[in-house]
Each structure stands twice: as C-alpha cells, then as structure tokens.
C-alpha cells in the first residue's frame, strides 16, 4: 500500500491489486478495468426540467474526466457502479447526442452499467451506446460490483450510492473531500460526476480512508 501523497494508491482487495486514483476510479490493472460510481449522467438537466437553475455543461464535464482517465492509461472495459443516469431528463436528445459523440470515439471499450437506484427511475440507457446492463450483485472473480454497499454478494463488494466525503479540521477551519471508504469485506467509492454533492463518512474499526485532493490521494492517518 502507498499511503504517500501522489496520482494513486495501490491497494491490495480480496487478493487483487487495485489502484485507487486521485480522479475519484478505481482501476484494475490486471483486467484492465476502470471501475466508476454515481456518474450521474442528466442531474443537471432534470434539475432545470424542475425550473432550478443549475449550470449547464456536466455532461460534457463527465465525459471528459473520463477521457482524461482512458488517455492514462490501458482500458478495455468501465464498470459503472449504479446511477448512470439520473432521471428521465437524461433521454434528452442533446445529452444522448453528446453521449453517442463520445462512445464513437471510445467504440472499443466495453461498457458495463450495473443498475443503481437511480437507473431504477429513470429507465435504462439508449441502446445505440452499446452498454451492457446488469443487476447487482456482477461478480468478476473475487470482487463483486454493486451499488448498494449492504448488498449481500460473494466475494469482496466494490460499490458506490452514498457519495462519500471527509470533513477534514484543522486550526478552526475544515474541507469537505471526497473519499474512498476501504473496510475489510467492503470498499466504498467516491462519486465521480460532476454535481453530485456528498454524505460525510465516520471510519468505524476496520476502515481506512483515502481523500482526494488537487489530482491527488493520500490515506489518512487512523486517528483523524
């Protein structure tokens, strides 16, 4: 395990090498997989379908945090940990046009969305992005895929939903970072899209930490 500061930190679960990167993904060297949770593709337009207004221009913001990821290094498949979309806003033809844009540059990629409760509202993904779609638990050999971490699963469970955050204090001021949450059947991983707020974690015994910070992540100290 690294636990200095830098771009990742490779981590070791359920006898897997992962890295956890600074850019809130988990990648897989071995399968060559980036593993991504709570994208949340169509927030901000289903917020201003509400009459709220959000700024403009996640999706685009999404897409290219994900290019950022694939030009750093071998990707042969994402693993997308629930909450693809948000709601029904995001069948809007400007954001499926701009997401069909970017699967043409990335056709090679395969890409696996296992369903979160947000997919459960706002149905699943247009067909010409070619995703394979799936149901919790999506065991690849010993790590299951979920997006609920209580998910009863075989194996060591990656999962996403709650968004978390660590409140960092320090001489009466404080930050709000995101996380990556590391117990011992259990990972959780930060959100990765743009918009989408966070909960704030407590590590009970067991669980390490991992904040993210100006591109990068560093494990934090067990009595912070």
């Known amino acids: 395990m690294n636990s200095q500061r830098s771009a990742h930190c490779v981590v070791e679960l359920a006898g897997e090498s992962v890295w956890l990167l600074a850019h809130k993904a988990v990648y897989w060297p ?12 169509g927030k901000a337009a289903a917020f201003r379908a509400l009459g709220v207004p959000v700024p403009r221009g ?3 913001q999404n897409l290219l945090a ?12 994402i693993v997308f940990l629930g909450d693809f979309l948000h709601a029904r806003a995001a069948h809007a033809d400007a954001t499926v046009a701009t997401m069909l844009a970017w699967r043409a540059r ?3 990629v395969r890409l696996t969305v296992v369903r979160g409760n947000h997919d459960a509202h ?20 010993h790590l299951s895929f979920c ?4 998910t009863v699963a075989p194996g060591y469970v990656l999962a ?3 968004h978390p955050v660590f409140h960092l204090r320090a001489d009466g001021n404080g930050l709000r970072l995101p996380c990556f949450l590391l ?9 990765f899209g743009a918009f989408t707020g966070g909960h704030a974690v407590r590590p009970v015994a067991g669980e390490r930490v991992y904040v993210t910070a100006d591109a990068a992540i560093f494990a934090l100290p067990a009595n912070c």
């Open 30 to 41: 071995a399968r060559k997989m980036l593993i991504i949770a709570d994208i949340h593709f």
């Open 58 to 60: 996640t999706t685009t």
């Open 66 to 77: 994900l290019d950022a990821l694939l030009a750093s290094r071998v990707c042969k498949e």
């Open 106 to 108: 990335h056709a090679d």
């Open 122 to 141: 706002a149905g699943d993904p247009a067909a010409m992005l070619g995703i394979r779609m799936v149901d919790e638990p999506h065991q690849v050999g």
């Open 147 to 150: 997006h609920h971490p209580d």
């Open 160 to 162: 996403g939903h709650v």
């Open 183 to 191: 117990g011992r059947q259990r990972a959780i991983l930060p959100a």
